[in-house]
């Protein structure tokens, strides 16, 4: 996996097969490659993907709460917030 | 502020520096969203804002934890207007496939242009977790609200 960053500084080689292992733990069951060896390429582009898609995700339910709220009125705001602070 | 407030733990991988900061933050940007009373002038605003206001709890989440990404997206929320980015054309030699995905992870992670490579795996790593995070409050949220 090291020559996968052909050219870079060698000295933190491991410093990033420990990140790169750490990223992986970091993915969902089924983004994760359970084939042992994964590519440095393949890891990265799990992740991209893994981004984007909760990215994706903010933005829906963004929307979504707007709809939402925009169907509360004053007093159940207060009282939503109060509530889950409180219980 | 007592730790059971927390959405039922609908994070599978649970960061022990919970998100109770942002979790306030975020549930008080969503209550002066909803009041206020200006006719909106088109759907899609309150929506903006709530992205807005979801990426900005991240942020503050992450604050004590003095990550590069969260100071990175919390300048970029501050700046009012976009800035027009500079287009630098730069010929390179043909990149690996490794590091075409390396510039994009750059792309995606707030900050991410301006770091070096262990710096970027370290800080994708947190703003995964935090973007989980908050996917995970804002879905708690929106359950809550349609009971």
Redesign the interface.
């Known amino acids: 996996m090291s020559s ?3 050219g ?1 500084a060698r000295a ?1 080689d491991d ?2 097969k420990e ?2 292992a ?2 992986q733990s ?3 069951e089924a983004r994760r490659r359970s084939s042992g060896r994964t ?3 393949k890891l ?2 799990e ?2 993907s ?3 898609s ?2 994706r ?3 829906d ?6 709809d ?3 169907a ?1 009125d ?1 007093n159940s ?2 009282a ?2 109060i509530r ?4 | ?1 007592h730790r059971e ?1 927390s959405p039922g733990n609908p994070n ?2 649970p960061n022990p520096n919970s998100p109770m900061p942002g979790f ?1 933050y975020f ?2 940007a ?2 002066r ?3 206020d009373v200006a006719p909106q002038r088109s759907p ?1 605003k ?6 807005r206001a ?2 900005a709890s991240m942020a503050v989440a992450a604050a004590p934890r003095r990550m590069a990404w969260s100071r990175a997206l919390l300048r970029r929320l501050r700046r009012r207007s976009a800035s027009p980015r500079r287009k630098t054309i730069t010929v390179t030699r043909k990149k ?4 075409r ?2 510039d ?2 750059r792309r ?2 707030p900050g991410g242009r301006r770091m070096d ?2 710096s970027l ?2 800080e ?2 947190d ?3 935090c ?2 995070a ?2 995970s409050l ?2 708690w ?2 359950r ?3 009971e």
């Open positions: 996968a960053w052909t870079r933190t410093d990033i990140l790169v750490k990223l970091l993915l969902p590519s440095a390429a990265l582009k992740t991209c893994y981004i984007k909760l990215q995700e903010v933005d339910l963004s929307d979504r709460l707007s939402l709220i925009s509360m004053d705001a207060q939503e917030i889950s602070l409180l219980s | 502020m407030i599978p991988n306030c549930l008080h969503l209550a969203i909803q009041q899609g309150k929506g903006r804002r709530i992205r979801a990426y690996t496939r490794t590091e995905q390396e994009e992870l995606l992670v490579l262990c795996l370290e994708t790593g703003y995964l977790q973007l989980a908050q996917v804002m879905q949220v929106a809550s609200i349609s």
